[in-house]
C-alpha cells in the first residue's frame, strides 16, 4: 500500500475554512481519481467530494457549495477546501485515491490516508 498523509484538520469555528491536502508518496499516482471521505462518531464513512482524471467532480449533497475538491498530478496531491463551516461537519476525514462512482454507486479505492480530525464549534 502506497501511503498517504493528511493534513490541515484542526478546530474551527461555524462559518470558518479549512483546507486539507492529501500527498501521496512512494510510488506515483497520478491518474488515480481522488476522493474524501469523511467518518463523524456513530456515523458510517460517506463521500464528501471526488475528482476523476478529466476534472470531472461529485458532491455530496450536504457540502455542494460549500466545498471543493481539487489535484496537483505533479504533487501526488489533492486537496479539499472547506467553506462556511457547519457543526454537522464535524468528522474525520480521509484521502482516497482510486475513488470511483456513478449516479447509485460509490466505490473507494484501494488507497487510504490514516485521516485528519474536523472539528467544528464555538
Known amino acids: 500500500q502506497v501511503p498517504l498523509v493528511e493534513s490541515g484538520g484542526g478546530l474551527v469555528q461555524p462559518g470558518g475554512s479549512l483546507r486539507l491536502s492529501c500527498a501521496a508518496s512512494?510510488?506515483?499516482?497520478?491518474?488515480?481519481?481522488r476522493g474524501w471521505f469523511r467518518q463523524a462518531p456513530g456515523k458510517e464513512r460517506e463521500l464528501v467530494a471526488a475528482?476523476?482524471?478529466?476534472?470531472?467532480?461529485y458532491y455530496a449533497d450536504t457540502v455542494g457549495g460549500r466545498f471543493t475538491i481539487s489535484r496537483d498530478y505533479a504533487k501526488n496531491a489533492a486537496y479539499l477546501q472547506m467553506n462556511s463551516l457547519k457543526p454537522e461537519d464535524t468528522a474525520f476525514y480521509y484521502c482516497n485515491f482510486g475513488t470511483s462512482w456513478t449516479s447509485t454507486t460509490i466505490v473507494p479505492g484501494n488507497f487510504w490516508g490514516r485521516g485528519t480530525q474536523v472539528t467544528v464549534s464555538s
Open positions: 475528482i476523476d482524471r478529466i476534472g470531472t467532480t
Open positions: 512512494g510510488r506515483t499516482l497520478s491518474q488515480y481519481n
